[in-house]
Nanobody
Framework: QVTLVESGGGLVQAGDSLRLSCAASGRSFRNYSVGWFRRVPGKEREFLAGMSSSGNSDYADSVKGRFTISRNNAKSAGYLQMNSLKPEDTAVYYC????????????????WGQGTQVTVSS
């Protein structure tokens, strides 16, 4: 069992940056892939980025070049650095974990945080 807690969301202006954090507890985080998703009301949860336990990363085209995923296994934490934020990035952002792989499907990920709201004003 892995418990995830996101933090770092908030209200920012277009062009600003935010860094989301995901604190993990439970089984050894270093053996899990970590991912980030977001959900806009009325839409399905969208894959943004994933990083395997070995450090390989994958990004959605919509955020490639603006968002960067990272992890610190010693702190059992994952991060999502978001730069050049746009109003369309407004959403609830979720951290996820799974035992292997960085699939883009929501069903691939077995553990989820509660989400943190990011609002980008124009």
């Amino acid at each position: 069992q892995v418990t995830l807690v996101e933090s770092g969301g908030g209200l920012v202006q277009a062009g600003d940056s935010l860094r989301l954090s995901c604190a993990a507890s439970g089984r050894s985080f270093r053996n899990y892939s970590v991912g980030w998703f977001r959900r806009v009301p009325g839409k399905e949860r969208e894959f943004l980025a994933g990083m395997s336990s070995s450090g390989n990363s994958d990004y959605a085209d919509s955020v490639k070049g603006r968002f960067t995923i990272s992890r610190n296994n010693a702190k059992s934490a994952g991060y999502l650095q978001m730069n050049s934020l746009k109003p369309e990035d407004t959403a609830v952002y979720y951290c996820a974990a799974q035992r292997a792989g960085t699939g883009t499907s929501v069903s691939s990920w077995g553990y989820w945080g509660q989400g943190t709201q990011v609002t980008v004003s124009s």
